[in-house]
């Protein structure tokens, strides 16, 4: 294994060591406490929870619950996609769980449906945000839909989720009402939204093309300055049948401005176009990995 292969291993490890730390704490000391039912295993072991304190005190742990419903998944999983599959889905649903028991429950919002249900989500979508980033899960209602579209080809899983989820917080509805059903979709909206934009944050990039009278001189000062390769692409302007060099380039988010700026001041008749990229994949970038839980 390489050096940059054994540094990337490292740093998605510690993404999910982290995510599921924030993950748990979001569920025990935010969800749980309000009731709120925002779909997923640690909606179920909420549930759970509640409905067994008459039975043991304190109800069956949510690190239990979370852990006695995902081992028959990783068996079923590990017949039908193979082990090097779930490695990292493995170790990030042993985290949570370790995490859900070792971490104090210390109520942020306690009596505030609201604030629960905001800080619940946006707690929650930081977890699942940085767990994504590694390239991992924490099995659940995610590894069940990956289950069922090995079967059910034509739904994706994306949507064979959302049923899952749904039901899961109507039967959340059923047991605590309208209302807190109502607030778990905000905390629902929230978890989607940070973790989307926890992925994103971490991949976008910005894609500049431009036309210019210097592109060589251009090029040079890019290179020199940004550290960014650059691609000349042959072009002709169709109103003066001129043909130039049109300069393409990919730089970090934080690049753009200086990359105008080097434009502007090499000719300040450059024509700029900046684009967002959504991923960027090669050497300055984010390397080439496997897909999910795939590799260790």
Same mark, same amino acid.
């Given at each position: ?7 990337? !291993? ?29 779909? #997923? ?17 304190? #109800? ?21 996609? @193979? ?36 800080? @619940? @989500? ?43 989820? !749904? ?9 605590? #009402? ?12 929230? !978890? ?97 990995? @496997? ?6």
């Amino acid at each position: 294994m390489s050096a940059i292969n054994i540094k990337t !291993t490292l740093r998605n490890y510690i993404l999910i060591i982290v995510g599921t730390a924030v993950m748990a704490f979001a569920t025990a000391s935010v969800l749980e406490p309000a009731s709120l039912i925002t779909g #997923g295993f640690t909606g179920i072991a909420i549930i759970v929870k509640q409905f067994t304190e008459h039975l043991i005190p304190g #109800g069956i742990p949510l690190s239990v619950t979370n852990l006695v419903l995902n081992i028959p998944l990783f068996l079923i999983t590990i017949r039908l996609k @193979g082990f090097h599959y779930l490695v990292r889905t493995i170790f990030a649903t042993l985290m949570l769980s370790f995490w859900l028991s070792a971490l104090p429950v210390i109520p942020l919002a306690e009596g505030d449906l609201l604030l629960s249900s905001l800080y @619940g @989500g946006i707690f929650m979508g930081v977890g699942i945000g940085l767990v994504l980033v590694a390239q991992a899960t924490t099995g659940g209602t995610e590894l069940i839909a990956a289950l069922i579209q090995h079967f059910l080809r034509h739904y994706s899983i994306a949507s064979i989720m959302w049923i899952i989820d !749904t039901a899961i917080v109507i039967l959340g509805a059923y047991l605590y #009402g309208i209302q807190m059903a109502l607030y778990a979709i905000i905390a629902i909206y929230l !978890t989607s939204k940070i973790s989307d934009g926890i992925i994103d944050g971490l991949k976008f990039s910005k894609a500049a093309f431009i036309i210019t009278e210097k592109p060589e001189e251009l090029a040079a000062l890019v290179m020199d300055e940004l550290d960014r390769g650059v691609t000349g692409i042959p072009a002709t302007g169709m109103y003066s049948g001129e043909a130039r060099n049109m300069l393409f380039c990919v730089v970090a988010k934080k690049q753009i401005v200086r990359l105008k700026d080097l434009a502007k001041g090499c000719d300040p008749n450059a024509f700029v176009i900046v684009t967002d990229v959504r991923e960027v994949l090669g050497e300055g970038f984010i390397e080439h990995q @496997g897909g999910t839980g795939a590799s260790v």
